[in-house]
C-alpha cells in the first residue's frame, strides 16, 4: 500500500493497540512493530511519523528495550509515550530516574498550550498516568510543555526536530483531550491527510487481491462468524468464482443459523462465489456419543473439523491460495507483530494447515481491527445481522452443554437460546422507543454477550398436572469490554421472567430456569 502511514514501536506496553486504533480514527493508517525492527526497514516503510509505545522496563537498566539515535535523526517527528517518552530523554541525552512514588490514575495537569501538540487542549485537564520512573533532567535542546505536581516533565519537546515527549497516556480514555493530542500530533505535526477509510480499505483490497490472485484458485474455511465471513465478501468481489467457501455445519449452530449463511454466500445469496455446505451433523454427533468432559469434547469438535475440511479440500484438488480471516488482534495476540508477550496462539496464525494442497496463504484482514472488520463487512453489503454477531465459539453449542451432547440437546439448547435473544432483542426494541432512541442505542442493562447454556441437571417439576422430570436451562448474560473479565449484566427482571416462561413453556424436556450471576473471573463466560 502506498498510503501515508504511521509506525508504532511495541515497547511492551499495554495499551499498545489502542495507540494504533486512535491513530486510525484520526484516518491515518497505522502498524505496529517490534522494537527491535531494524532502522532500514523503518526508512523502507516511510512512515510521516512514528510513536514510541509504553512499556514495563526501567530504560536505565541494562538490556532494557531500546532505540539507537539515529530513529531521531530520520528527520521523521517522534512521539515517545511513558516508556517511550523516558526512552527518548535518556537516548538524547536527558535523565531518567525512579521517583519516590508511582504517580497512577487520573491526575491535574497544566498543559503549555501554544505547543502544536497541545493546540485546542485546555490550560489545565485530566491526563492518565502510570508510572515510577520519571524524566528528571531534560534532553539537550528540549523544553517542557506540560507538568503535574508529582512530574515536573510530563510532556518535553523539541519542536524544531518534531520530537515529543509524553509521560501520560493520551490513547487512554481517561485522559479527557487525548484524542485531540494524538490528532495534534499525526495531522499536525506529521502532516498526515487523512485518507484511510473503510470504502479506500475495500476498494484498495479488492485492487491487490485481483493482482495477487491472477488467475488462481482461491479456498476458505467459512464458518458463518463476521472475520471468515467478511473475507469471503472481499475475496468474492475481488476474484468471484475462484473462490470457493466450505461450510461445515457440525450441528452445534445456534438455530437456523446453518440456513442463514447459506441465505448469504449459497447460490440464492447475492455473493459470486461457490459455495459448498457439508452437513456433517450425524457424523459429530457420532464422535461425541459419550463424551462429557469439556476439553475433550473440544478437541474432537476441533480435530473433526480438520478432517472435515480435508475432505472436501481433496474433492477440489490443488488450490493455489488458502484464505484465512485472521484479524489484526489475532497477529499481535499471537506475539507475530507487536513485543507483547504471546496471549494466546491464534489458530490461524503462525502454523499452515498441513492439510490442503495450495501454494500461498492469503490474509486480507490482516491489518484490521474488528471494528473496522465490520465496517468493512457493511461496507461489502453483508446483512447487519452477521456484522454484529455475538462471538461465538469455534466448538459451538457442544460446550454449551454440559455433559454429553446430544441431538435431543442440541435442540432444547437452540430452542432456548432463540427464544432468550428474541426477549432481549425485544426489549431492547421496547426501550428504545420509550426512550426515543436510535436503533445504534443499547439499554444501559444490555449484554455485549448472552447466550443459554444445558446444565446436566435434571429435576421434578409440576406441569399441569403432571410430575416432570426435566432439564435446567441456565441463562447467561455478561457485560465486557475485552472479555478478559467480566461482569453479569443487570437485565431486569421482568425480561427474564417472560423468557422463563417462554422457555418452560415452549421447549419440551425443560422444566427449570437460572440465571447465572457469576463474574469472570473466577467464572468463565463460556459454561462447559
Ligand atoms: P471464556 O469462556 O473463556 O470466553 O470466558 C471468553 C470469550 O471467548 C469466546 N470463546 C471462544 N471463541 N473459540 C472462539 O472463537 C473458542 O473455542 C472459544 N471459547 C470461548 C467466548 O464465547 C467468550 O466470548
Known sequence: MTQEKIIVLDFG?????LVARRVRECNVYCEIYSYRTEIDKIK?????GIILTGGPNSCYEEG??????????LGIPVLGLCYGAQLMSHVLGGK???????????TLTHFDTSSPVFKGV???????????????????????IAKTDNCPAAAASFEEKGLYAIQFHPEVLHTEYGKEILFNFVRGICGCAGTWRMDSFVETTVKELRERIGNGKVLLALSGGVDS??????????VGKQLTCVFVDHGLLRKNEGDEVEAVFGPKGSFDLNFIRVNAQER????????????????IIGEEFIRVFEEEAKKIGKVDFLAQGTIYPDVVESGLGGESAVIKSHHNVGGLPDYVDFKEIVEPL?????????????????????????????????????GEVTAEKVTIVQDADYIYREEIAKAAEEWRKQENKTAADRPAWMPDQYFAALTNVRSVGVMGDERTYDYAVCLRAVKTIDFMTAEAAEIPFAVLQKVMSRIINEVRGVNRVFYDLTSKPPGTIEME
Open 284 to 299: 459429530y454427533y457420532g464422535k461425541l456419543v459419550g463424551v462429557s468432559e469439556p476439553e475433550k469434547k473440544r478437541k
Open 96 to 106: 531518567v530516574e525512579r521517583a519516590e512514588n508511582r504517580e497512577y490514575g487520573k
Open 44 to 48: 523502507e516503510m516511510n512512515p510521516k
Open 64 to 73: 532494557a528495550p531500546t532505540y539507537s539515535k539515529e530513529l531521531f535523526e
Open 122 to 144: 485546555p490550560a489545565d485537564s485530566i491526563v492518565w498516568m502510570s508510572h515510577f520512573d520519571y524524566i528528571s533532567k531534560l534532553a539537550p535542546g528540549f523544553k517542557t
Open 13 to 17: 506496553g499495554q495499551y499498545n493497540q
Open 366 to 402: 490482516r491489518n484490521l481491527f474488528k471494528d473496522e472488520v465490520r465496517r468493512a463487512g457493511l461496507e461489502l453489503g453483508l446483512p447487519e445481522a452477521l456484522v454484529f454477531r455475538q462471538p461465538f465459539p469455534g466448538p459451538g453449542l457442544g460446550i454449551r452443554i454440559i
Open 229 to 238: 465471513s467478511v473475507a469471503a465478501g472481499l475475496l468474492s468481489r475481488a
